[in-house]
């Protein structure tokens, strides 16, 4: 097979692109500004569109009715997309702000919202084209985002100290409510 045309291809370029992440978070240097954002941008190009792009590949299809997986689907992909856009909106108010700690609204939910939507609208779409091979790639993407939250709150604690260990044990979880 094509390696544009394979799911593990595109499988295994988001994955490295999510571990790349991983390591600057390690890294624990101080880059300059350009770096973080070729970190973004390659992170939205590399690890985003391979999660889109796989579902739409030839694989084994789940046994659901297409009407129920479009349904089913539909509603996850919704649901992710509606909290990553309910999380930057409340970004972009505490940027406003001058990057005050967010603890209230989705925030006061799951302490890591954005990751929760961007698990869940690879599932849906995954759900809704009843692509199988996508939807079990679901673990290793909630794997790798849960691994970046737990490397941010690091980040977070350095930042906001004793603000964000109080909002820790207020808001238990981080990216499932009651679970996770």
């Not at 692109?17 to 600057?24: D, G, K, M």
């Not at 297409?66 to 108010?93: C, D, N, Y």
Request: charge should be positive.
């Amino acid at each position: 097979m094509e390696p544009l045309r394979d799911v593990f291809f595109w499988a295994t370029l988001a994955t490295a692109t999510a571990v790349l992440e991983i390591v600057v978070f390690i890294s624990r240097r101080k880059y300059r500004r350009f770096v973080y954002v070729l970190s973004g941008i390659s992170a939205v190009i590399l690890f985003e569109f391979p999660r889109f792009y796989i579902p739409l590949l030839p694989q084994p299809t789940i046994g659901f009715n297409k009407l129920l997986a479009h349904i089913l689907g539909g509603i996850i992909f919704a649901l992710g997309v509606s909290i990553i856009a309910a999380s930057t909106i409340q970004l972009m108010k505490a940027r406003r702000e001058g990057w005050k700690l967010q603890t209230d609204g989705i925030y006061g939910v799951v302490r890591h919202p954005m990751y929760l939507g961007d698990v869940l609208w690879a599932l849906g779409l995954s759900v809704f084209f009843r692509a199988l091979y996508a939807i079990l790639l679901t673990p290793l993407w909630f794997f790798l985002r849960y691994s970046i939250a737990l490397l941010e709150e690091e980040k977070l604690i350095e930042k906001y100290g004793d603000a964000y260990r109080m909002y820790m044990k207020k808001v238990k979880k981080r990216l499932i409510p009651k679970v996770i």
